[in-house]
């Protein structure tokens, strides 16, 4: 055995003239195990809030979106003609292909809608019927049948109908059955002045797709009641495509782009790339936050091996006296420190792992509803469970060398003079 590592080791050992050392060891042995543990725990959970986002984005609908700009002929402030759009080639290519799941041609606009005495501004999205069914697999409250009927005149009449998401409903005290208002910025003539457009309607039903900030801002309705209400007859505002694969969505618009004239097309990633930043930026927040708490235990990793230093002068003029290397007393307190810190890093990690197993598995900690899940999710990731022990660890090392490399500058006459 290395007698470096064997004396690094007996310095460990508590005696009793050093009990004070064996707490301060103890202590900054703890404190570095915390703040791994801390960091990975953190970065978990938040990788899996964003784990959980994506998937909830992938299950929607929209995975490409298509809105024509001004280059585009009949281009009417953002509203085209829908045959301009299928005269494009490439259009129609994209329609037709095999990777193409759903082609979905929307009229929108943004309106305040009004119920009662609440008031909500809200993009309304009219759309085909065959989306209308796709959209209706994700009701969680539905009208029924003879609600949407008007009977008091000479025939049936029915109401046209909108769909709101599950916190749009909540926010505005909504449930089936209920007439809401829709008031367009877009204004029309009337006989004493322009008057803006206002449409009634009728909530046929409540989405719940997982996505809160969609369900509080998009409701639909059929394009047929959208043209009516927007006097804007074969005309859209947008083209969802949905994807029989959405993990393609990138490569998927970087074909098309260049061919798409007067058409800008993104996918999924680029429409939520701000939000994604976001939480990218507060993963590094977090880190570095919680990173200083690794840095501080590093110092009383430091305060602990100068005051070892201190006591140890007399053993370490014996050592250089015997023939002992500078190199050599660097390399027992490098090593203690490196023990120390080694220690702390991988009960940290242990710890960490145990505790994400059983978050993951077990109901400790209720979300409100607001969150897609009422657990807090959990993302085992390599480069988190390796790479945050592996920066622990670096900062540990840096930390011990100050001390142990200035141990290994004393001369066996200062030891013995100092002692």
């Known amino acids: 055995m290395n007698w470096i590592r064997w004396v690094a080791g007996r310095y460990l050992r508590a005696k009793r003239n050093t009990r004070f050392l064996s707490l301060s060891t103890a202590l900054s042995m703890g404190g570095v195990g915390l703040g791994v543990a801390a960091i990975i725990i953190v970065l978990a959970v938040m990788n899996g809030f964003e784990k959980q986002l994506r998937e909830k984005l992938v299950s929607s609908e929209l995975h490409v979106l298509m809105h024509p700009t001004p280059d585009l002929e009949g281009f009417d402030q953002g509203l085209v003609p829908r045959s301009s759009i299928l005269q494009i080639p490439a ?45 209706k697999k994700s009701l969680v409250e539905e009208a029924l049948p003879q609600m949407l009927v008007d009977r008091d005149g000479p025939e049936a009449v029915r109401h046209p109908g909108i769909f709101i998401g599950k ?42 797709q997982g996505v809160p900030e969609q369900e509080s801002h998009i409701a ?15 005309a859209i505002s947008e083209v969802h495509v949905t994807l029989k694969d959405a993990s393609i969505s ?9 061919e798409l004239k007067g058409i800008r097309i993104r996918d999924w990633n680029e429409l939520n790339q701000n ?18 708490t690794v840095v501080i235990s590093s110092l009383n990793i430091v305060s602990t091996l100068t005051l070892l230093v201190q006591e140890k002068l007399k053993e370490i003029a014996i050592f250089r006296t015997m023939g002992a290397r500078a190199s050599d007393i660097r390399g027992i307190f490098l090593w203690k420190g490196l023990l120390i810190g080694g220690a702390g890093v991988v009960t940290g990690t242990v710890g960490a792992f145990l505790l994400c197993v059983l978050l993951k598995r077990y109901q400790f900690i209720s979300l409100p509803d607001v969150y897609y899940d009422r657990t807090l999710p959990v993302v085992f990731d390599p480069w988190v469970f390796f790479g945050v022990p592996l920066v622990s660890f670096c900062i540990v090392g840096l930390a011990s060398w100050f001390p142990a490399h200035g141990a290994s500058r004393l001369t066996p006459l200062q030891g013995m003079r100092d002692y």
């Open 91 to 135: 259009v129609a290519s994209l329609v037709s292909s095999k990777e193409v799941d759903f082609v979905s041609w929307v009229l929108g606009s943004e309106v305040v809608i009004r119920a009662g005495n609440k008031v909500s501004g809200i993009k309304i999205q009219g759309v085909e019927p065959d989306r209308i069914a796709r959209l």
């Open 167 to 208: 916190e749009l409903a909540y926010e505005l005290g909504l449930i089936p059955g209920d007439f809401v208002t829709l008031i367009s910025p877009s204004q029309m003539d009337g006989p004493f002045n322009n008057i803006p457009r206002v449409k009634r309607l009728i909530v046929e039903g409540i989405y719940h």
């Open 220 to 234: 639909f309705t059929t394009l047929a009641s959208m043209e009516s209400f927007l006097r804007k007859r074969g």
């Open 250 to 258: 990138e490569w998927f618009t970087d074909r098309y782009r260049r």
């Open 275 to 292: 939000l994604f930043a976001s939480m990218r930026l507060e993963r590094i927040a977090m880190f570095l936050i919680l990173l200083f």
